[in-house]
């Protein structure tokens, strides 16, 4: 596998596991991530398009998006 860039369709990925969010329902509010084959990153798809466009994202910028999630840097969003 090459390497991976944001926005590659999901199904190249090669052999990872999604995970949905125990938040997601049945209307479709469903967001997947998966860990990549090689340990570089963590994919993002919505798991209505499975193989859609995936954006990847190095521990570093997961981390740091999560800490601002549960900071509530981006509650005005909502």
Known sequence: MGEIRNGVPAGVLGPVVWVKSSRSNAV???VEVARL???SGVAV???RDPLGPALVYTRDELDA???GVKDGDFDHLL
Do not use: E, M, V
């Open 28 to 30: 479709g509010n469903c």
């Open 45 to 47: 798809r919505n798991s």
């Open 65 to 67: 998006f999560l800490a």
């Open 37 to 39: 084959a090689d340990g």
